[in-house]
């Protein structure tokens, strides 16, 4: 299988603790987007990575969120001291970039988080 | 600024009946338009793009959607509805080239085929 994967798919965590979330794009996508999806809504843009510089953040990422994308590779998103609401679904994305073409991204199947 | 409408929450057809999901943009430019299918517990799966060449657009499974400037709308259409075509649909609006490529979704339309 060749397309987005994530891990873990599932998560439950007590109310302050700490969680690590993975996302392994497609091999040549430059471009990685993370989502957080609650239900009932559409996914809501979080940030991107073009390689491993983070380009854009939304204001939906607090300070207790932080993502990384160290080698240009595979992506990290870490939710600090996590709180009730933080429970949602957590999509990853990934495209191929090039100056002046449009672009697709491709999804993951998710994280879904659930804070007691 | 971009965003995206879609007109109805719940859409329930019989099978073999025609599907109409509506979805009305804004957007400053001349935007590029996605639908998506998420299935419960998949990943979202592009079903079909318009990025300004041709209008009407086909997409996978037998979908189509339209783009019409003049009523801003890019409605998903299929002749025939599937047992299997049950599921959540997003329209999507993303600026064109130059811009942020940051898309937003509508809140989904869920499409319900009864036997």
């Known amino acids: 299988d060749t397309g987005v994967s994530q891990n873990p798919r599932h998560k439950i965590t007590k109310r302050g603790q700490n969680v690590t979330f993975r996302c392994d794009p497609i091999?040549?996508?430059?471009?990685l987007y993370w989502y957080r999806q609650t239900l009932g809504q559409g996914p809501e843009f979080l940030t991107y990575?073009?390689?491993?510089?983070?380009?854009?953040k939304s204001r939906l990422l607090s300070d207790r969120f932080s993502a990384e994308r160290p080698k240009g590779s595979f992506s990290t998103l870490e939710i600090q001291r996590t709180e009730q609401g933080d429970s949602a679904m957590y999509l990853c994305?990934?495209?191929?970039?090039?100056?002046?073409?449009?672009?697709?991204?491709?999804f993951g199947p998710g994280t879904r988080l659930l804070v007691l | 600024a971009q965003s995206v409408t879609q007109l109805d929450s719940h859409v329930s057809v019989s099978e073999g009946t025609p599907v109409l999901l509506r979805c009305n943009y804004s957007?400053?430019?001349?935007?590029?338009l996605f639908w998506y299918v998420q299935h419960p517990n998949k990943g979202l799966q592009l079903l079909l793009k318009y990025t300004s060449a041709a209008t009407l657009v086909k997409g996978i499974n037998g979908f189509e959607a339209e783009f019409k400037k003049s009523e801003t709308s890019f409605h998903l259409t299929k002749p025939s509805a599937h047992m299997s075509d049950a599921a959540e649909y997003f329209c999507v609006v993303s600026d064109p080239p130059g811009g942020s490529y940051i898309p937003t979704f509508g809140r989904g339309t869920s499409l319900i085929v009864h036997p």
């Open positions: 957007s400053s430019y001349s935007p590029s």
């Open positions: 990575f073009q390689n491993e510089a983070q380009l854009e």
């Open positions: 091999s040549e996508h430059n471009r």
């Open positions: 994305a990934s495209s191929a970039h090039r100056t002046g073409g449009q672009e697709t991204q491709y």
